[in-house]
């Protein structure tokens, strides 16, 4: 993530990450404007390109071929990347609500969304036919679709329910692409039947006869049935019900047409037309709002009323980035008008391509080698990315939203006092933090909402206290996911123990500027920490938060344990399986995503494993005969091992082949992206017998790797193990595996033994 010593006067944030915002994002990223914070808020992280995808059901490009990964494109532009999914404005506080996390607030707001079905009026369609928009969700069908069809023997029908340019080449791709997946299984294309639907009297009803009548001869020449002026007023199990009253068998329907906007931005309070698309002037601003934005399929230009295109919410990404920016700097925005025709290459799923511009047209294998050049340099743009130096200018005030947020961003970059004139000021913690509801317990008798120089807690009998401290610097751009995580972090030594987490105090830094941007920071970051220190039944009691350079979260924990039933690093005994409870590799990726190495799925995998609690899986090893345990952190896993095996004097034999692992976590490591602790951990190598022989091993340097909130390191009784595991993976630790067994000392030097079954 990126750091800058400018404080932030004001934030745009991007709903959806359509064509436009893409585009949005790499032309700040080239030229940011100081001051300026950008956040990209998408449920998916990675988001197709229309273009090829006839192509990619086809079977011509592979997944990352034909989708941007936002991760990586957020990260190069700076922005914050929040993966979650918008479902209203609330325009009167100037912020978004979130299906999954706390309201986001704006300055100025640019919806790029894209499309979704308008099927409720058609009785089974949303239960039986699978839409094609919003893209992002096709895929997962698809690919269902893909292996039913393979695994079904019985012949099947195909139904595609709109003849436009979309809908006729998606269907010519299926074809192409599962009748030769067939073939492989010695299957003739007999076995499958495609039909293809419309209520137009014509296909492709937008583009010229000789485009028509092209597509026309394809769709005859490869068998596939089309029915024209057929309206489709019902989906029935097995059978598409017509406005005639004709029942068409089929068995799987797919829907092309009949989209519009989702009903959340009418609710907001935006002017809609009458198919729920945002109307917008000709600068792109909605007509209600000249503080929000919207562009692409979810848009409708009030002057300039145009097909739903790809072509025209890509080519109104830098026009949109300019009125945002100019927005920004309180200067006028600059009108925008879309060309009157485009140039449509629309693909016959075989490598072959028909042009339609106008009343022009033109056809051959030449044009689908032509649009598959400009489709992969289009995708270069924002796949093929390099870190980006940082600038240093100052801020300008100017784009601050008024005289007083003018003056504080002055004061922000003046000289900062330090001591404890450096701590956040007292009125906006207490703004942030009323809006919290930490756990209340009883054995709290002073905590945070009745705050005191100090916390006090009582003990029960029969009871010891447990205590510890964790604190990291942010590695994500989330503050509320940071927060989840740094929480999480910190609980992980008090489940390791077998304690349950009495209390927590937080310490922050956050990062100077402005009032309203610091609450926000602090309000957004305590929210996810306190969501996952509830579901702990731990209480905040308070902590301490000031001012830095970068973003950083930390607890002190107290914990109750019986001190009978302590599980301490030096309980393993021989006999023990050695279970871990998540897989290894935060590290390396995260080292990865900073250099724009790491794909935004293997970052959203690691998060999720960051953003589960251990609780769980603590109770789950303890219930099968757990006597020692620990919480795999900064050390690495061969540094907490090697710290449970000497006070348990025995030594270890390692699996390295059967370590679990993130996905993406071997390529990072084998590209040489190293988490910078890495050099630190690998000094306990000369724990490992032998280690010359393991050097080369793909998986050696994660024996080293740092983990942040990272899984259990349990010895549980070996007769036990199989069921523990099993158990641990029901509980949703799903990579849970025993990685080794305790055994006698040797009297070697070395105390772990690697062995690998290759």
Request: net charge neutral.
């Amino acid at each position: 993530m990126r750091t800058t010593e400018q404080p932030v006067l004001q934030d745009i944030v991007l709903v959806g990450g359509g064509h436009s915002h893409v585009g949005v994002l790499r032309r700040f990223a080239m030229n940011p404007v100081p001051g300026v914070r950008l956040t990209l808020i998408c449920r998916d992280t990675h988001t197709p390109y229309s273009g090829m995808l006839p192509g990619y059901v086809a079977g011509h490009y592979s997944f990352d071929d034909v989708h941007i990964d936002l991760s990586r494109l957020a990260e190069f532009a700076g922005a914050r990347f929040y993966r979650d999914e918008v479902t209203l404005i609330d325009r009167a506080n100037s912020q978004v609500q979130c299906r999954s996390r706390p309201p986001v607030r704006y300055d100025l707001l640019s919806i790029n969304i894209g499309s979704t079905p308008s099927v409720a009026h058609i009785p089974g369609a949303l239960d039986r036919a699978v839409p094609v928009k919003p893209i992002h969700r096709f895929d997962r069908h698809w690919q269902a679709l893909l292996n039913r069809v393979q695994q079904n023997q019985a012949p099947q029908a195909i139904a595609v329910v709109g003849a436009g340019a979309g809908g006729v080449e998606l269907v010519l791709a299926m074809q192409y692409r599962l009748q030769r997946a067939l073939a492989k299984l010695g299957r003739g294309p007999d076995a499958l039947r495609f039909l293809l639907l419309d209520a137009a009297d014509s296909v492709l009803p937008t583009h010229n006869d000789k485009v028509r009548q092209r597509f026309t001869s394809v769709l005859a020449e490869r068998g596939i049935e089309v029915h024209l002026n057929t309206r489709v007023v019902a989906v029935d199990a097995g059978a598409l019900v017509t406005e005639a009253g004709q029942r068409i068998a089929t068995d799987e329907v797919l829907w092309v047409t009949s989209a519009g906007g989702p009903a959340w931005l009418a609710d907001s309070g935006l002017a809609v037309d009458e198919r729920g698309f945002v109307r917008v002037r000709d600068t792109l601003q909605t007509e209600t709002d000249e503080r929000i934005f919207a562009a692409g399929d979810i848009a409708h230009m009030i002057n300039h009323p145009r097909e739903k295109a790809g072509v025209f919410a890509v080519r109104q990404g830098p026009p949109l980035a300019d009125n945002l920016r100019r927005l920004a700097l309180a200067q006028a925005p600059r009108p925008y008008r879309p060309q009157r025709s485009w140039l449509a290459l629309i693909s016959t799923g075989d490598r072959y391509a028909v042009a339609s511009r106008g009343g022009w047209s033109a056809s051959g294998r030449w044009l689908w080698r032509w649009k598959d050049w400009i489709d992969r340099r289009f995708m270069a743009r924002f796949n093929e990315l390099e870190p980006m130096a940082m600038d240093s200018a100052a801020a300008d005030t100017r784009a601050a939203r008024s005289e007083a947020d003018a003056q504080q961003a002055i004061s922000a970059l003046a000289m900062r006092c330090g001591g404890c004139g450096a701590k956040v000021g007292g009125t906006v913690l207490s703004r942030a933090l009323a809006q919290l509801q930490p756990v209340e317990r009883d054995d709290v008798l002073i905590g945070l909402h009745a705050p005191d120089d100090a916390a006090v807690l009582t003990v029960p009998p029969g009871k010891a206290t447990v205590h510890t401290v964790d604190f990291f610097r942010a590695f994500i751009d989330d503050p509320y996911l940071l927060g989840r995580i740094a929480a999480n972090h910190s609980l992980g030594d008090i489940f390791a123990m077998g304690a349950e987490a009495q209390s927590a105090t937080a310490i922050a830094t956050i990062p100077q500027g402005i009032e309203s941007k610091v609450e926000d920071v602090v309000f957004q970051m305590m929210s996810g920490a306190v969501e996952v220190l509830n579901e702990a039944n731990c209480a905040l009691v308070g902590g301490h938060t000031g001012e830095g350079q970068e973003l950083a979260l930390g607890f002190a924990i107290n914990g109750l344990i019986d001190p009978q039933q302590v599980m301490s690093k030096a309980g393993l005994a021989v006999g023990d399986s050695l279970i871990l409870t998540k897989p290894l590799g935060t590290g390396t990726l995260f080292a990865a995503h900073a250099q724009l190495a790491a794909r935004g799925r293997w970052i959203d995998g690691a998060l999720a494993s960051m953003d589960q609690s251990s609780q769980a899986a603590a109770q789950c090893l303890r219930a099968h005969g757990a006597r020692a345990c620990t919480d795999i952190t900064g050390f690495g896993l061969l540094g907490h091992l090697v710290e449970m095996v000497k006070p348990s004097d025995v030594d270890v034999e390692l699996e390295i082949d059967r370590l679990p692992l993130l996905e993406g976590a071997e390529e990072t490591v084998a590209a040489g992206i190293l988490s910078s602790l890495q050099p630190a951990n690998t000094r306990l190598r000369r724990a490992i017998r032998d280690q010359q022989v393991w050097l080369a091993h793909p998986r050696y340097p994660l024996l080293f790797d740092p983990q942040t909130a990272g899984g259990l390191l349990a010895g549980v009784p070996s007769e036990h193990a199989e069921a523990c595991v099993t158990e641990l993976r029901r509980l949703g630790y799903q990579q849970a595996t025993v990685v080794g067994q305790v055994v006698a000392r040797s009297g070697e030097p070395e105390p772990v033994t690697l062995l690998s079954r290759t």
